[in-house]
Nanobody, 119 residues
Framework: VQLQASGGGLVQAGGSLRLSCAAS????????MGWYRQAPGKQRELVAA???????NYADSVKGRFTISRDNYKKTTYLQMNSLKPEDTAVYYC??????????????WGQGTQVTVSS
């Protein structure tokens, strides 16, 4: 199983970016998917998560600016980031709870994509 993240880059404050994360491999079932971020010198933190049924939750710092979504057919999650701030600068990682057999279920991580917001 692999998670391939893309969409990061450099943007000015107030701008937008859209991250994508596609899961591939021998996947029996895809459960929760989410995005985390880690800024230099800080711990990794949850940004947003979405269940297989579409329920979402967000970090307080991104509510109203970021939107997480998913396409279950494509096994892909998206993070639309609007009104970006310099403090959103971090490496963003996607995460997914995946079952590869009825008795084997684990967390998987993508490789990380850099988001840099200039002031």
């Amino acid at each position: 199983v692999q998670l391939q993240a893309s969409g990061g880059g450099l943007v000015q404050a107030g701008g937008s970016l859209r991250l994508s994360c596609a899961a591939s491999g021998s996947i029996l079932r895809l459960y929760d998917m989410g995005w985390y971020r880690q800024a230099p010198g800080k711990q990794r933190e949850l940004v947003a998560a979405i269940t297989s049924g579409g329920s979402t939750n967000y970090a307080d710092s991104v509510k109203g600016r970021f939107t997480i979504s998913r396409d279950n057919y494509k096994k892909t999650t998206y993070l639309q980031m609007n009104s970006l701030k310099p403090e959103d600068t971090a490496v963003y990682y996607c995460n997914a709870d995946i079952a590869i057999t009825p008795w084997r279920r684990s967390d998987y991580w993508g490789q990380g994509t850099q988001v840099t917001v200039s002031s």
